[in-house]
C-alpha cells in the first residue's frame, strides 16, 4: 500500500508560478511516480512521471519546458514545478504512483495510487 497526500495548490496569475509537493509513504520503494490533472468536463490527463531513482522523466508534449519533476526519496516525497502557468493549466493535480518495481506509464490506468488531488487555479 502507498499513500499520497499533494500540497502546494492555489491561485496564481497568468504567468506565475507554483510547487506541487506530493508525500508518499507506505511501499515507495522503486515506485515510479506520476503527475495527472483534470480540468472541469475533460478527461484526467498526464503531466508527468519520474522513475524511482530519478534519472528518467518524462512530460505531456504539451508542457515540456515549463513543467518540472523531481523527487527526492530521502524525504519520500516529489515534486512538480511549474512556471509560465497559463489559465488552461488550472485542474485539479493529483500525485499517482505505480506498483513498486514498474517502469514509468502515461496511461492513467497503470497507477495503482492516487493522492486527493489539489487544486490549481490560473487568473488571466
Known amino acids: 500500500q502507498v499513500q499520497l497526500v499533494e500540497s502546494g495548490g492555489g491561485l496564481v496569475q497568468a504567468g506565475g508560478s507554483l510547487r506541487l509537493s506530493c508525500a508518499a509513504s507506505g511501499r515507495t520503494l522503486g515506485t515510479c511516480m506520476g503527475w495527472f490533472r483534470q480540468a472541469p468536463g475533460k478527461e484526467r490527463e498526464f503531466v508527468a512521471a519520474?522513475?524511482?531513482?530519478?534519472?528518467?522523466?518524462n512530460y505531456a508534449s504539451s508542457l515540456t519546458g515549463r513543467f518540472t519533476v523531481s523527487r527526492d526519496n530521502a524525504k519520500n516525497t516529489v515534486y512538480l514545478q511549474m512556471n509560465s502557468l497559463k489559465p488552461e493549466d488550472a485542474a485539479v493535480y493529483y500525485c499517482?504512483?505505480?506498483?513498486?518495481?514498474?517502469?514509468?506509464?502515461?496511461?492513467?490506468?497503470?497507477?495503482?495510487?492516487w493522492g486527493q488531488g489539489t487544486q490549481v487555479t490560473v487568473s488571466s
Open positions: 499517482a504512483a505505480r506498483s513498486q518495481f514498474s517502469v514509468c506509464s502515461r496511461d492513467r490506468y497503470a497507477y495503482m495510487y
Open positions: 519520474i522513475s524511482w531513482n530519478g534519472d528518467s522523466s
